[in-house]
């Protein structure tokens, strides 16, 4: 059974921090890529940043500067490091774990952690 918990979440004020992980469970997690997707009320979810197996990231031009991602292989975990944070940053902060093995894309999603940057 696979699965990919979320946490870290929570209220912060604009120019916080926070840092959100993601524990996996029930794949082998370093032949997943890795992904962080957000979802704001009324708005369609989001790509944020991507780690690949080889550790080769990418960002969202929103996250550029402000975010890192990272992934510990040796603890099955994904890691988004947020700075600077923005009352548009607001969201429901989503896990992805994405796999292509003989022509079949295998894809899981985490149940989503609740990021609120507000005064």
């Known amino acids: 059974q696979v699965q990919l918990v979320e946490s870290g979440g929570g209220l912060v004020p604009p120019g916080g921090s926070l840092r959100l992980s993601c524990a996996a469970s029930?794949?082998?997690?370093?032949?997943?890529?890795m992904g962080w997707y957000r979802q704001a009320p009324g708005k369609q979810r989001e790509l944020v940043a991507h780690?690949?197996?080889?550790?080769?990231?990418t960002y969202a031009d929103s996250a550029k500067g402000r975010f890192t991602v990272s992934r510990d292989n040796t603890k099955n975990t994904l890691y988004l490091q947020m700075n600077s944070l923005k009352p548009e940053d607001t969201a429901v902060y989503y896990c992805?774990?994405?796999?292509?093995?003989?022509?079949?894309?295998?894809?899981?999603w985490g149940q989503g952690t609740q990021v609120t940057v507000s005064s």
């Open positions: 992805n774990a994405h796999n292509v093995r003989t022509g079949l894309i295998y894809e899981y």
């Open positions: 029930g794949i082998i997690f370093s032949s997943y890529g």
């Open positions: 780690v690949s197996t080889g550790g080769t990231t």
